[in-house]
């Protein structure tokens, strides 16, 4: 069964800080990731795909370890807005793939 | 809009009566994806279309679930007999291709009373 672990918080920083989220995934093979975020009570929206280079989209930065296989997310000079659930997505092999396997998403708080 | 379309938006209905969720993807998208979420829970999933096709029911939790789609296009989820533990919000999501970035509808916040 493939799976997608991450630490489910919650993590409480304070405004202007610097957080990181690490999630974990057990196929071997994925070749494709995303993060999502979720607020409360609402549906998950894409945040960012997650290139094995690395990529950055502002405040947000995405890596890919594939030899650990893991991925992570840095958020850099917290805002109250980035409050929300993130969810680690793995998106499985490539073309010919349907995986859409979410982890259970770490719970950020950011507190004035 | 554009974007995913699922209704209705929330449903109260008594133990034992049949319902039926419906979602809209994205035109052109050929990937459709079902997900249940209990509350403070993760995504649990359901059952995942490629076209009209289903080649993976696996989520479904028990044979009172079932789904469907038509045309490429429009799907179904229909719980038959209800339970109080099928109380949930179950989110659609469709995508261009199987391993592209997928979009979610609001989804459907269901009550069993």
Redesign the interface.
């Known amino acids: 069964r493939k799976e997608v672990e991450q630490d489910p918080g919650p993590f409480n920083v304070p405004e202007g800080a610097t957080v990181a989220f690490n999630c974990t995934y057990s196929n071997s093979a994925s ?2 990731f ?1 993060w999502y975020r979720q607020d409360c009570r ?5 945040l960012m ?1 997650v290139y094995s280079s690395g990529n950055e989209d502002g405040r947000f930065t995405a890596q890919l370890n594939r030899a650990s296989q893991y991925i992570s997310l840095l958020i850099r000079d917290s805002k109250l807005s980035d409050s929300a659930t993130y ?1 680690c997505v793995d ?15 770490t719970k950020l708080s950011v507190i004035p | 809009g554009a974007g995913v379309s699922q209704s209705p938006s929330n449903k109260v209905t008594e133990k034992g009566k049949d319902v039926e969720l419906r979602c809209d993807p994205i035109s052109g998208h050929t990937a459709l994806y079902w997900y249940r979420q209990s509350l403070g829970q993760g995504l649990e999933f359901l059952i995942y279309f490629q076209g009209n096709s289903a080649p993976d029911k696996s989520g479904l939790p028990s044979d009172r679930f079932s789904a469907e789609r038509t045309g490429g296009s429009v799907s179904t989820l229909t719980i038959q007999r209800t339970q109080q533990e099928d109380s949930a919000v179950y989110l659609c999501a469709s995508s261009l291709a199987g391993y592209t970035e997928a979009f979610f509808g609001q989804g459907t916040r269901l009550t069993v009373v």
């Open positions: 070749q494709s995303f609402k549906e998950p929206k894409l795909s969810l998106r499985g092999s490539g073309a010919g793939s349907y995986q859409l396997t979410f982890g259970k998403g």
